[in-house]
Structures are given as structure tokens and as C-alpha cells.
């Protein structure tokens, strides 16, 4: 996949879990515990830094989107 700023090829950078919820004033990390996670995989492009996140197991859709 190129980088659709500058074109370069990305770097796939592996999958993680992104943690959903906010930081409530009140709650603390209270209400993140209910939220849950989503899984992402990211991508980094090495010449301009920009940083994409696919949902992971759909990024091969993307990838032939692009095409």
C-alpha cells in the first residue's frame, strides 16, 4: 500500500488494540473498562510520517479499493 500523501510505500507496522471510551473527570478510567477495544491494524509511511488505521481483518478490502 503507498502512502497517499507522498506515495512512498508503508510500513505495516502490525496489529493493536486501540482503547475506546474518554478520560471522565469524575469516572477516571472508569468508564474506558466498559468501552472495550477495537482492533486496528497501522500502517506509517517512512518519508512524511503520516499514520493509517485499517479495522483489522478488513484491510486487504482497502488494499483493493486502491487499486
Do not use: W
Not at 486501540?18 to 468508564?31: A, K, M, T, V
Not at 500502517?43 to 488494499?63: H, N, R, V
Amino acid at each position: 500500500m503507498n502512502c497517499l500523501r507522498c506515495g512512498e510505500p508503508m510500513e505495516d507496522l502490525g496489529c493493536e488494540e486501540i482503547q475506546l471510551g474518554h478520560y471522565g473527570f469524575f469516572s477516571g478510567h472508569l468508564s474506558n473498562l466498559f468501552s472495550g477495544a477495537l482492533d486496528v491494524r497501522i500502517y506509517a509511511c517512512p518519508g512524511c510520517g503520516k499514520i493509517e488505521f485499517f479495522k483489522a481483518g478488513q484491510e486487504k478490502t482497502e488494499d483493493r479499493q486502491s487499486e
